[in-house]
């Protein structure tokens, strides 16, 4: 068997919560407050509760083929070749997602912090530490991630209170003034971060109790809800929704305007720490599943041999698949949610559908041989 470690029900959560959460914060005020204005948060508490649909899917399959994951009863469902075709597609999503994920990494830093830095070093710094941790395996990303995830709640928490002293709760009314199409419109984006619940299914059948698998990923995205919400929302009553969606970062500059006394300020390295341990998180569980996946779809005993392979096409693609910032928001807001549906939704649907006419088929034909 290509890993051999396993985590703790909690401990899955955890990964799944960094998963769902550290990349989303950066971007997401400011598109959501573009597409549903005051009524944002709204779209933010909706889009992320969509989680929950792909969630219990993947652990209602897992139950059904224990001990394997997603890559793994493709093959079950679906027949060997299909099988095939199809656990393949989802390890080009994990490996395309990571480059986007390294590439949102980069143009932050290079963005908000060093102008003056090349855009590859950043990207390959960030993919060389996840290759590491790939290396070592899932107990290893997990045991980071214990004390990684206690600094981003930690220092979301105390930036956010901090700011309350500047909200203005005018910002949010008349609620829903438009109607519910402006919040559809912007739960799109936060839908598709909470889709990201998908890499639940490769990380399940290496829980130290796969049965509580759905607890974890219903309390990750319990708290993926809190706290993107609490963030959108401080966000938005500091800046109204105007602002909010004029902003190509937001959390960045929300971060200056907190002056407690002329004493506690300059919060913006605490902002970069934080985000940039929870993205080497998500991007090292990304960089697994796809590690994983790929050795057992070709039935390698082992995936190390690939994490190099791997990390420079995830390191290419990255510094080509955009042109710059803008043309990377453009994606995450208009193309992105659409494409992450197909793997969040619409191919775990798919076999779920096919499993359950398998299901029944066998059964038709049992009845009819003890008849």
Same mark, same amino acid.
């Given at each position: 068997?290509?890993?051999?470690?396993?985590?703790?029900?909690?401990?899955?959560?955890?990964?799944?919560?960094?998963?769902?959460?550290?990349?989303?914060?950066?971007?997401?005020?400011?598109?959501?407050?573009?597409?549903?204005?005051?009524?944002?948060?709204?779209?933010?508490?909706?889009?992320?509760?969509?989680?929950?649909?792909?969630?219990?899917?993947?652990?209602?399959?897992?139950?059904?083929?224990?001990?394997?994951?997603?890559?793994?009863?493709?093959?079950?469902?679906?027949?060997?070749?299909?099988?095939?075709?199809?656990?393949?597609?989802?390890?080009?999503?994990?490996?395309?997602?990571?480059?986007?994920?390294?590439?949102?990494?980069?143009?932050?830093?290079?963005?908000?912090?060093?102008?003056?830095?090349?855009?590859?070093?950043?990207?390959?710094?960030?993919?060389?530490?996840?290759?590491?941790?790939?290396?070592?395996?899932?107990?290893?990303?997990?045991?980071?991630?214990?004390?990684?995830?206690?600094?981003?709640?930690?220092?979301?928490?105390?930036?956010?209170?901090?700011?309350?002293?500047?909200?203005?709760?005018?910002?949010?009314?008349?609620?829903?003034?438009?109607?519910?199409?402006?919040?559809?419109?912007?739960?799109?984006?936060?839908?598709?971060?909470?889709?990201?619940? +998908? =890499? #639940?299914?490769?990380?399940?059948?290496? &829980? @130290?109790?796969?049965?509580?698998? %759905?607890?974890?990923?219903?309390?990750? /995205?319990?708290?993926?809800?809190?706290?993107?919400?609490?963030?959108?929302?401080?966000?938005?009553?500091?800046?109204?929704?105007?602002?909010?969606?004029?902003?190509?970062?937001?959390?960045?500059?929300?971060?200056?305007?907190?002056?407690?006394?002329?004493?506690?300020?300059?919060?913006?390295?605490?902002?970069?720490?934080?985000?940039?341990?929870?993205?080497?998180?998500?991007?090292?569980?990304?960089?697994?599943?796809?590690?994983?996946?790929?050795?057992?779809?070709?039935?390698?005993?082992?995936?190390?041999?690939?994490?190099?392979?791997?990390?420079?096409?995830?390191?290419?693609?990255? +510094? =080509? #698949?955009?042109?710059?910032?803008?043309? &990377? @928001?453009?994606?995450?807001?208009? %193309?992105?949610?659409?494409?992450?549906? /197909?793997?969040?939704?619409?191919?775990?649907?798919?076999?779920?559908?096919?499993?359950?006419?398998?299901?029944?088929?066998?059964?038709?034909?049992?009845?009819?041989?003890?008849?």
């Amino acid at each position: 068997m290509p890993e051999k470690g396993k985590i703790s029900p909690r401990q899955a959560g955890e990964l799944m919560f960094i998963t769902t959460t550290s990349a989303a914060i950066l971007l997401m005020p400011a598109i959501t407050a573009e597409a549903a204005g005051r009524d944002a948060w709204l779209s933010v508490m909706a889009g992320t509760m969509s989680g929950f649909v792909p969630l219990a899917i993947i652990t209602w399959l897992s139950s059904r083929h224990p001990g394997r994951t997603l890559f793994q009863y493709c093959e079950d469902i679906l027949g060997r070749i299909p099988g095939k075709a199809v656990a393949l597609s989802f390890v080009w999503f994990f490996l395309h997602v990571n480059a986007i994920i390294v590439r949102q990494f980069g143009d932050f830093l290079a963005t908000a912090f060093l102008p003056e830095t090349p855009l590859s070093v950043f990207n390959f710094s960030l993919v060389l530490l996840a290759a590491l941790a790939t290396h070592y395996g899932l107990e290893t990303i997990a045991r980071a991630n214990e004390f990684i995830i206690l600094l981003v709640v930690s220092s979301l928490l105390t930036i956010v209170t901090l700011s309350v002293v500047h909200w203005d709760p005018r910002t949010f009314f008349p609620i829903m003034a438009e109607g519910a199409g402006p919040v559809f419109r912007g739960a799109l984006l936060p839908a598709y971060f909470s889709g990201q619940i +998908i =890499t #639940l299914a490769v990380i399940l059948p290496y &829980l @130290t109790r796969p049965g509580q698998g %759905v607890f974890s990923g219903a309390a990750a /995205l319990l708290g993926t809800v809190i706290i993107l919400t609490t963030g959108v929302i401080a966000v938005q009553a500091v800046f109204g929704p105007e602002f909010t969606a004029a902003m190509r970062f937001p959390i960045h500059l929300f971060v200056r305007t907190i002056n407690i006394g002329d004493v506690l300020t300059r919060f913006e390295p605490l902002v970069m720490v934080t985000w940039v341990a929870g993205v080497f998180v998500k991007a090292s569980v990304f960089y697994y599943c796809a590690a994983l996946g790929l050795a057992q779809v070709f039935g390698l005993g082992e995936y190390r041999p690939l994490v190099l392979s791997l990390g420079v096409i995830i390191a290419a693609f990255s +510094i =080509t #698949l955009f042109a710059d910032v803008t043309e &990377l @928001t453009f994606f995450l807001a208009r %193309v992105g949610p659409f494409y992450g549906y /197909l793997y969040s939704l619409g191919l775990p649907l798919l076999l779920l559908a096919v499993s359950l006419i398998r299901g029944l088929l066998a059964g038709r034909q049992e009845e009819k041989q003890d008849g």
